[in-house]
């Protein structure tokens, strides 16, 4: 493993020397945990700002931390470009031809270059085709485009589903998603609403209000209806008519309308729902980068967009436990317009709130600008992390300068040394200021894995999406199972009577219910079968559970040897509530077994519902026997491995800080012990150098005397030029020694630095959460866990054959 491969940090780069403008051996690596503090980037066109962006994504995935990246200028698409071979060939499809032309090559013999030049950049940052297939292995990319369907479209058609129970407990953050919603979709109509004087935004909002506060979704065909007919007789304290009359009410529901109607909207209402979970995760639970190119909307599309995901994410972030490690990143790459300093987007209240909010949930904001002067550096004070590379104009400084002294927190800042750090960046030198860290880092960004191709074009984005599977259609309502009509199977082939049988009065009967769209009810056929309903209790303390089910199943019987049998029957979904008891006058039932006429066999079937039902029912978990974890009832293999994924890294985070502190005062004293000696070489090398000086000046003035007949070469002269050259060899032995002392010193930093690496090694290989084997655990109930309610007959509609 290289050395800037460690457990829980991102590589971004080396160290840089402003003064020396080269840069400087060593890794800067990030902790990723950090990032639940949250980021900014800044730096004007050309900083290197999209390559450090990228660079720190990669990271992240690498390190198994999914990604959601907002994409409003086409760039970071480019992370789906990973070519761990380094070919020319797939580099091709990807060169600009017209940077082929100026370069005075074909396309082909481009590409080419650009792999050789892509293979020396990585070497020259200790990585290389390796790094980037652990890159591809570690998770996919996955290019959105919400309202196009040259990536994969996002389905809006869930954006007005009610938030989980969470949200809706919380009136405040309630009430920011219904603004937040409401103002975005009025936007996308062309209708500037404020929350408070517009009528428009007063109605929608209360709509909104109302269904999500009971639980209940809506669509944009809902809202439409909800609009002619609103769900409230009054607004505040006014009649609904006074203040919208009803003509109003309907021009409000005809432009919604159209807008729906419009064909460009479709594509709005196709693909894959939004849904910050999946985004995340697949359905295996591997981390994934999902880049949302939304570089082909307008503005106004923008920012509906953008503000119903927030208001996703912010719903998701409160479904999830606190934690203290990073579990994902939330990453928008250009934050012009959507938290201005002055006005107040939709987006500007849900951007904060997350940046309030989400570090306690170990979700990473990472916030890049090229214009920091249309930031709200108030809220950027929430920031823990600045990345900060070459600025356009003294306006940009004291805007970066305000912001970072607000996120100081009210700790020493230096306005000056920053001032004149950061007007000396150049191109891929940023300056990381981190309230974590003693003193800000100036370091030059490291060669991205991925190879920067530009601005992806929509044709782009179709090749990279082609081979991947689509959701073509909206989400529709799954279809429920054991319907009325689908249990209604004749037990015998024998004709059908039109008068009901009279069965004695211990014998419940029900009578299910033509469904709404069937023909006529007396061309249905009534076919008898045996409806049990019971309830199981499911408890496991040691598991966790303690669960109650209401079972309702339906069979027919036969004339065989086991003339009924529950384990061929039907589950029924549908409410019992819908039953009736008579059937109707005229209809068509067909024959009854003699069986089903017997009082006493319904009570032998509930036994029977209730041996089937012990062996039947129960849970299946997930047990980890890594982590000592068992899933909850409910929870997919893959969510719960996303859950064990949290959990080893907290582990691993804590076990790195353990480590950290284990051999700090080791490392240091070892670090110290190679200063000092390097300090007593340099100082034994110059006294050594002096004592040779000296005894050559010595020397050399004895011998120039007596060849000038200035003097004669005496016994004292002898004697001084020979204590001379004694002390040159003493001191140029004391440099031997200082240089051995040293080399023993080195020797053993190195030792300590490869030992804590053979354990963050170890730590590394503990990590593979995503193929560990799970052990499967089934909760049962116990026959005093299940009651048969009851057992009854039921009168089920068949629909007739078509002539």
Same mark, same amino acid.
Request: hydrophobic share 40%; glycine share 8%; charged share 20%.
């Given at each position: ?28 690596? @990030? ?58 060939? +797939?580099?091709?499809? /990807? ?22 030049? /892509? ?5 020259? /940052? ?61 936007? *996308? ?8 004087? &517009? ?19 809506? +669509? ?35 432009? *919604? ?35 949302? &190119? ?13 503000? #119903? #995901? ?10 999830? $436990? ?13 934050? %012009? ?14 951007? *904060? ?32 992390? /600045? ?55 100036? %370091? ?6 991925? @190879? ?50 009279? #069965? ?20 249905? *056929? ?106 909850? $009832? ?28 284990? @051999? ?20 034994? &090398? ?46 140029? &032995? ?70």
């Amino acid at each position: 493993m290289a050395d800037f491969d460690r457990l829980g940090s991102f590589y971004l780069g080396r160290p840089y020397d402003l003064g020396a403008r080269t840069a400087q051996p060593g890794v800067v690596a @990030y902790d990723a945990k950090d990032l639940t503090t949250h980021a900014v980037i800044i730096g004007m066109t050309g900083s290197g700002k999209t390559g450090l962006g990228i660079g720190l994504l990669e990271e992240a995935l690498l390190d198994g931390i999914p990604v959601i990246a907002v994409d409003p200028k086409g760039d970071l698409g480019n992370l789906a470009l990973r070519f761990p071979q380094l070919r020319g060939e +797939d580099f091709h499809p /990807w060169v600009d031809p017209q940077q082929a032309a100026a370069s005075g090559m074909d396309p082909a013999a481009f590409a080419a270059q650009q792999a050789a030049r /892509w293979r020396d950049g990585l070497a020259g /940052w200790q990585q290389d085709g390796t790094r980037i297939q652990r890159l591809a292995d570690a998770a996919d990319v996955t290019i959105y485009t919400p309202g196009s369907s040259a990536g994969i479209p996002l389905s809006l058609l869930g954006a007005f589903d009610a938030p989980p129970p969470a949200l809706r407990d919380d009136p405040e953050a309630l009430q920011e998603r219904v603004e937040a919603t409401t103002t975005s979709l009025l936007a *996308l109509m062309g209708l500037e609403a404020d929350p408070v004087s &517009s009528r428009e935004h007063i109605l929608v909002a209360t709509i909104l209000h109302e269904a999500w506060q009971g639980g209940r979704s809506l +669509d944009l065909a809902g809202l439409i209806r909800a609009i002619q007919h609103p769900p409230m007789a009054t607004i505040g304290v006014m009649p609904l008519d006074t203040v919208y009359p009803p003509s109003d009410r309907m021009a409000l529901a005809l432009r *919604l309308n159209n807008l729906l109607a419009a064909p460009g909207f479709q594509s709005w209402m196709q693909g894959d729902p939004l849904d910050t979970a999946a985004l995340l995760h697949d359905a295996q639970g591997r981390p994934r980068g999902s880049v949302l &190119s939304i570089a082909h909307l307008g503005d106004a599309e923008r920012m509906f967009f953008v503000t #119903l #995901l927030l208001a996703n994410v912010i719903a998701w972030v409160r479904t999830q $436990p606190g934690t203290g490690s990073l579990r994902a990143i939330l990453y928008i790459d250009e934050l %012009f317009g959507y938290m201005p300093p002055v006005a107040n987007p939709p987006s500007k209240r849900l951007l *904060l709130t997350l940046l309030k909010q989400a570090r306690a949930f170990g979700l990473g904001v990472v916030l890049s600008t090229q214009n920091p002067v249309d930031l709200d550096y108030r809220g950027l004070s929430n920031a823990g992390t /600045w990345f900060i590379g070459r600025l356009q104009t003294e306006r940009d400084l004291a805007r970066v300068m305000d912001g970072l002294a607000s996120a100081s927190g009210g700790q020493p800042f230096d306005r000056t040394a920053m001032e004149q750090r950061i007007t000396a960046l150049g191109k891929r030198i940023f300056l990381l200021h981190s309230v974590h860290e003693p003193a800000p880092v100036i %370091f030059e960004t490291r060669w991205t894995m991925s @190879y920067l191709a530009g601005p992806m074009t929509r044709e782009q984005i179709r090749t990279v999406t082609a081979a991947r599977p689509r959701s073509d259609g909206p989400r529709s309502a799954p279809v429920p199972t054991g319907s009325p009509a689908a249990a209604a199977t004749p037990s015998m082939a024998e004709p059908a009577g039109s008068v009901p049988p009279v #069965l004695p009065p211990e014998i419940p009967q029900y009578v299910a219910p033509v469904p709404p769209d069937g023909a006529a009810t007396t061309d249905w *056929l009534w076919v008898p079968t045996v409806l049990g309903v019971a309830d199981v209790h499911l408890t496991s303390a040691k598991h966790g559970v303690a669960e109650h089910r209401r079972i309702l199943r339906s069979t027919t019987v036969g004339s065989g040897p086991i003339p009924l049998d529950w384990s061929t029957g039907t589950p029924i979904t549908w409410d019992p509530a819908i039953l009736g008891t008579t059937l109707p006058d005229g209809v068509r039932v067909a024959p009854l077994p003699p069986l089903m006429t017997r009082p006493k066999s319904y009570t032998a079937w509930g036994k029977l519902l209730q041996k089937w039902l012990v062996t039947a029912e129960g849970i299946t978990l997930y047990r980890s026997p890594t982590y000592k974890a068992t899933s909850a $009832p409910g929870e997919t293999e893959g969510a719960f491995r996303i859950r064990l994924d949290l959990l080893a890294r907290e582990a691993r985070d804590a076990k790195v800080e353990a480590l950290r502190a284990k @051999y700090a005062t080791r490392l240091a004293t070892a670090t110290e012990k190679v200063r000092r000696a390097e300090q007593t070489v340099a100082r034994e &090398s110059e006294q050594a150098s002096a004592a040779r000086m000296e005894s050559a000046v010595t020397m050399g003035g004895a011998l120039l005397g007596a060849l000038l007949g200035r003097g004669r070469i005496t016994a004292s002269r002898v004697g001084s030029a020979a204590r001379g050259a004694s002390r040159a060899a003493q001191q140029a &032995s004391d440099v031997g020694r200082a240089r051995e002392s040293l080399a023993a010193a080195q020797v053993q930093l190195q030792t300590l630095e490869t030992t804590i690496t053979a354990e963050i090694a170890a730590l590394q290989a503990g990590m593979g959460v995503q193929h560990e084997p799970l052990e499967e655990v089934r909760v049962r109930p116990k026959a005093a866990d299940v009651t048969v309610q009851q057992v009854a007959l039921c009168w089920c509609p068949k629909a007739p054959t078509a002539s």
